[in-house]
């Protein structure tokens, strides 16, 4: 290999005895020798099986070959790099290194087309912390762990240990895992201050259990790689948002109060919206996820997938939407990229095929449990066309002013798409092109900015798309993995990766196999959501089993007391929420975002500074009077008591509502914060 040495303004390669190593910023970053070389290659099978969303994946992996043998070439501005198996083979693979946008990037050139598994390493060390891969709900520090990145159900406890998941993987085949998520991502950020990103919508697993390297492991060879590093994090968040793009503001409206989830029809959102009034909640919107008609399963309430107003279950509510408006109460509906085959939008889907289709060229039919759905087949453009002309019709024409977007992540995996593509391929895709059908449909109608649709599936594109993120389905209980507790490091991690707009159901969704929310659980999810940028209840699965908003009148009070907080402190949150549109820096932050030489900072993910000035940290177990907080080194003061604090750990009261919370005593919204004080 012939001596060569590169500097860029971002990156320096240099020769080895036996290979290269490159460095970011001054950083090692990549490194190859014939000893520990930098890329694997091989070839596998797998066998993927769904089950109402739920992927058991299995993998016989074939081969697996060290590509030991680099040759590079220097090529004008960037080397080309070709990796092969032995001294005087043909390279399996070809890919350029290069100075991109400020960026280093690996460029695949060629690759030998019987690859179809991809092992790359990138240099770390033992005190190295990593973050992102999407939103992840039970680890925000990833170090230890490897997760395996495809959007698919959640699942319900996700923890093998708990007796809720035993019963749902034995009943439902729906237990979950640690890793399992609606919205995975290539993209991961080191607390080195640079972030990874592969180009690929495969299936991946990022491996960060060795002390020495990441191993990333992909079901494809990807087009590329790309490095990106700052001297901040807040400098690095805004670097990955100029590259995936940044989600709009909120409408104004949003801050108006809650968005109340009520089901049941005309009357019953009247009767329950107006005892709230009358208790004092201040009330933005009512989410309706019914509005187009229900049915019952075993699972519990669910939905007429036909996306249009149903006048039967919803009499007079072109009506009443207005009379809602009139008093600054939006109304919200429902809509997922699926139609029911009882309804008249699957005929006309099928009549046009523009439903994607099985292997026998019929529509192909998904379970989603006890009830079947055609697959609209966003491959094809008419059939793009005339989604997005249901929603410019059926929702915002009729006057919704905003909608849950659900689902995504169910595309199975033998669907005949019209484009010719693989389904395994576009399978992790599918969320982002949903997100993009919402997105134009909302901007076709001149809505971007007063309408708001929220989504839980994901993957790298989804950061413009998506004017707001939600937790998806947590179980209605006290569990780390799935409870209260799981939605903070959601929040942090989908914020490190450019989605810093998330909420979640206050009080959770799941109660299955004993689960029944009670009434302590939605308060302390009450207090917590009042401090994310929009708060939103949800009645569950089961409502009747689950303790509701308006189940007692202490409930309502204490609901009226948390967002009369949410709206005064709206000021604020509109400055975060503008911050996040210009410059993608998430709503709820990781303390490292401030603290970057507390060490302690990266440890934790179970609170979170709401912006540069809050820091909250949600009480997410029962029956607890005090609470233990970790304040790093600064002058904060305590929300409720004015008590000032320095830093470290310390023991605070959080008698139901009064959440653990502090603000900074040079915070340019001390008054603000003083007066909420006293609410």
């Given amino acids: 290999m012939s001596i060569f040495a590169k500097t860029t303004n971002t990156f320096a390669l240099k020769s080895l005895a036996d290979g290269f190593e490159i460095a970011l910023n001054g950083m090692p970053i990549l490194r190859h020798t ?40 220097e090529n004008g501005d960037s080397y080309v790099v070709r990796l092969s198996k032995y001294a005087e083979s043909e390279p399996s693979i070809v890919f350029s290194i290069k100075e991109e946008n400020k960026r280093l990037k690996l460029e695949l050139i060629q690759s030998d087309e ?90 991946a697993d990022f491996d960060f259990r060795n002390d020495e390297f990441h191993e990333l492991q992909v079901w494809d060879v990807p087009q590329s790689i790309v490095f990106e ?33 009520i089901q049941g029809g005309t009357d019953v959102v009247e009767e329950k919206l107006q005892r709230a009034l009358d ?57 997922n990229p699926y139609v029911a085959i009882e ?38 453009p008419e059939a793009c066309k005339w989604y997005k002309s249901v929603i410019k019709n059926n929702l915002i024409d009729f006057g919704l002013d905003g909608w849950m977007a659900d689902f995504g992540e169910y595309l199975p995996t033998d669907v005949v798409l019209k484009s010719g593509a693989s389904a395994k391929i576009m399978h992790n895709a599918w969320p982002v092109l949903w997100a993009k059908m919402n997105y134009e449909a909302v901007r076709e109608a001149g809505k971007l900015g007063e309408v708001v649709y929220f989504m839980r599936a994901g993957f790298t594109g ?53 689960n029944k929310r009670t009434k302590e659980l939605f308060m302390r999810w009450a207090e917590m959501s009042t401090f994310t940028p929009v708060m939103r209840t949800h009645e569950g699965n089961r409502p009747y089993d689950c303790f509701q908003f308006d189940s007692d009148d202490e409930t309502l009070e204490h609901l009226a007391r948390m967002t ?11 400055h975060l929420v503008k911050i996040n549109a210009e410059k993608g820096i998430p709503v709820q932050r990781p303390l490292f975002m401030h603290y970057e030489n507390d060490e302690e900072a ?66 340019d919204f001390v008054e603000l914060f003083r007066e909420i004080s006293n609410l």
């Fill in 34 to 73: 014939m000893d520990q070389p930098m890329v694997f290659v091989g070839i596998g099978a797998e066998t993927i099986n769904m089950h109402r969303g739920n992927f058991d994946i299995q993998d016989y992996l074939i081969e697996r070959v060290a590509l030991r043998y680099a040759k590079i070439d």
């Fill in 114 to 203: 019987t690859i179809n598994r991809f092992w790359f390493r990138v240099t770390a060390d033992q005190n190295e912390k990593v973050y992102g891969c999407g939103e992840q709900l039970s680890y925000f520090n990833l170090r230890g762990k490897h997760f395996p990145l495809w959007t698919s159900e959640p699942g319900v406890g996700r923890n093998k240990k708990t007796y809720v998941t035993w019963q749902a993987d034995v009943n439902d085949h729906a237990g979950g895992d640690y890793y399992t998520t609606n919205f995975p991502l290539p993209t991961y950020v080191s607390s080195k201050k640079y972030y990874c990103h592969v180009d690929t919508t495969a299936y």
């Fill in 229 to 261: 590093a700052a001297d901040s994090f807040l400098e690095l968040v805004e670097k990955i948002t100029e590259r995936f793009g940044r989600q709009p503001e909120l409408p104004e409206w949003t801050y108006n109060g809650i968005w109340l989830g």
């Fill in 279 to 335: 208790k004092g909640v201040k009330v933005g919107g009512v989410w309706c996820q019914d509005w187009q008609g229900k049915r019952i399963t075993s699972f519990g309430k669910r939905l007429m997938w036909n996306w249009k107003w149903n006048p039967e279950e919803y009499p007079n509510l072109d009506q009443k939407m207005k009379e809602w408006k009139e008093k600054g109460i939006r109304f919200l509906g429902y809509i």
């Fill in 343 to 380: 309804g008249d939008l699957y005929k006309t889907a099928s009549e046009k095929g523009y439903l994607a289709l099985n292997k026998q060229g019929e529509d192909y039919l998904v379970d989603f449990g006890e009830f079947y759905c055609g697959v609209v087949d966003f491959t094809n």
């Fill in 462 to 514: 989804t950061q413009k798309y998506c004017t707001l993120l939600w937790a998806g389905d947590q179980s209605v209980d006290w569990s780390l993995d799935d409870g209260l507790a799981s939605v903070i490091p959601a929040a942090l991690s989908s914020g490190i990766i450019g989605c810093g707009l998330h909420h979640s159901d206050i009080g959770g969704y799941t109660s299955l196999h004993g």
């Fill in 564 to 574: 009369n907080i949410y709206v005064a402190l709206a000021p604020y949150t509109k």
């Fill in 602 to 667: 990266y440890k934790l993910q179970y609170q979170y500074l709401y912006g540069r000035d809050l820091l909250v940290a949600p009480v997410h177990q029962e029956s607890q009077q005090t609470w233990n907080v970790y304040l790093p080194e600064d002058q904060w003061i305590h929300l409720w008591t004015g008590q000032k604090y320095k830093g470290g750990y310390s023991e605070v009261d959080v008698p139901l509502g009064y959440p653990a919370v502090f603000y900074r005593e040079d915070s």
